[in-house]
């Protein structure tokens, strides 16, 4: 879990200081490498992301209101950045024009942030910006698909 970074280091890299800013880079670098690595499930990618994730962080920095947690903030953040870092980079022309793939990254977060991240429904909810009920539909679908898939090895075994 990444430690709460004392409010004065946030106020003074919200208004710019390098060296504060520095140290709010080095708080969340483990998170946003992680949070990057479980979208993008490889490393290359990861550390690409995670870069982007730094740059918006430094662009967005003052949007982030003082008189909240810093962390979850960060977390939407860092999560938006991923996946539309992702998105970018998605290959389109090789799907068939049926699927409707624009719900299909949000979810994957929603069970990476579950599973992964052991946030909250209502945590998940807010980082996404998705109502709670989407978050919770989405996981009944993750946790039933998983479930097909493992059935015919679980009757293999009986």
Same mark, same amino acid.
């Given at each position: 879990?990444?430690p709460? =970074?004392?409010r004065?280091?946030?106020? *003074?890299?919200? #208004?710019g200081?390098?060296d504060?800013?520095r140290?709010v880079?080095? !708080?969340v670098?483990?998170l946003?490498y992680n949070?990057?690595f479980r979208?993008?499930?490889n490393?290359?990618d990861?550390e690409d992301?995670?870069?982007?994730v730094f740059l918006?962080?430094?662009?967005?920095?003052?949007?982030?209101?003082p008189?909240?947690?810093?962390?979850p903030?960060?977390?939407?953040?860092a999560?938006n950045?991923? =996946?539309n870092?992702?998105?970018?980079r *998605?290959?389109? #022309?090789e799907l068939?024009?049926q699927i409707?793939?624009?719900?299909? !990254?949000?979810?994957?977060?929603?069970?990476?942030l579950k599973?992964l991240e052991?946030l909250?429904?209502?945590e998940?909810?807010q980082t996404?910006q998705?109502p709670v009920?989407?978050?919770?539909?989405?996981?009944f679908?993750a946790r039933d698909?998983l479930m097909?898939?493992?059935?015919?090895?679980?009757e293999?075994?009986?």
């Amino acid at each position: 879990m990444t430690p709460e =970074l004392p409010r004065d280091t946030l106020l *003074r890299a919200r #208004s710019g200081d390098r060296d504060a800013f520095r140290q709010v880079l080095e !708080a969340v670098q483990k998170l946003t490498y992680n949070i990057a690595f479980r979208l993008t499930w490889n490393a290359s990618d990861a550390e690409d992301a995670a870069q982007e994730v730094f740059l918006r962080l430094f662009r967005n920095f003052t949007q982030y209101d003082p008189s909240l947690p810093f962390l979850p903030w960060f977390r939407r953040l860092a999560t938006n950045c991923v =996946l539309n870092w992702k998105e970018k980079r *998605r290959p389109t #022309s090789e799907l068939p024009e049926q699927i409707a793939v624009h719900d299909a !990254a949000p979810a994957d977060a929603c069970v990476t942030l579950k599973y992964l991240e052991d946030l909250g429904v209502g945590e998940i909810a807010q980082t996404l910006q998705v109502p709670v009920g989407t978050v919770k539909t989405w996981l009944f679908r993750a946790r039933d698909l998983l479930m097909q898939k493992l059935k015919p090895h679980v009757e293999t075994l009986l």
